[in-house]
């Protein structure tokens, strides 16, 4: 099936599709982790020039491949965010072609341009590069944990809040100044509709059916053709984001993306009063998992970050959104952690 969308040239969904996907291509190099190597390798009938199975997403780690990898026509990348975001990346700095395999849509990394680098305890977005092919292999997806796939609800999801904060920040006016983008009604209106649509299909999304993936990255797509012409991604990101950097920042370590945004659309919903049951219900249905400990938080940690939010956005001047306002600390957090019975 050939769409056109914002920054995917072609992108082709079926089960079992990776073989003939891989057969036409010239010279290439592979970069994965073990296990989705692992996973996809059986159906890789070519042998690559080269498989490079990364630790990590450390700019140490990315150089070393980009200093060994062979030159080669093609790139793949074949994995979850991380595996993809360094091929996204080798494919930049060589000028090669790309080809992107997700073998988990927990995040969008595959039919986005940036790559996120780690520079110590900061992840830098560089890069910029459009894939000529990405292969949604649905028997392939559906050997990951069911929990790994539906976090990419995550990022889809978190529309129901961040775009309330965008129109938070329209009603600031000055206060938010230097710390929003122009509101844009249009676009608002149009994330509300993937929402929407998205919703429905909570119950396919939950048992990881064809359809449920299709959804998810078919979401993706309508995302990045919403924002990457406005140039932010504002009506995708906002406060329950900036709950999750806060977190890892208060944690100091990573999380699985899709479960601490859970946990920051619960939170964040119910401080903007924004149907919080409802978008709770939703999560529930797909099966996202959202509690504290999913991400190896304890109570108290998921209350500093809460308290230590506001300090955190204006720190890293993030965008205007119900932290500048909700006044949130020690006390209510404790009270709305509470409340939520979280
Ligand atoms: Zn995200």
Sequence with gaps: MTRQHENVKRIEYGEGILRDALAGVSSYVVVSMEVPWSLARP????????????????????????????????????GGGQA?????????RRGAKLINVPTIVSTNAYVTPLSGIRRGDRVDYIGGIAPELVVVDYSLIRTAPKCLNVAGAGDVLSMHTASFDWEIAARAGEKAKGRTYEFNPEAVKTARAILAEFIAGAEEIGKVTNEGIKLIVDSYLRINDLCLPLGHFRPEEGSEHFFAYNAEHVAKHEFLHGAIVGLGIVLMSAVQGNDPKGIRKVLDTIGLDYSPAASQLTREQVITSLATAKEYALSRNLWYSVIDEANLTEASATALVNDLGL
Excluded: R
């Design 43 to 78: 159906q890789v009938a070519k042998e690559p020039e080269q498989v490079f199975l990364i630790p990590n997403v450390q700019e140490t780690t990315v150089e070393k491949v980009i200093a060994e990898a062979p030159e080669t026509e093609w790139v793949v990348g074949i």
């Design 84 to 92: 993809i975001d360094v091929a996204k990346y080798l494919a930049f």
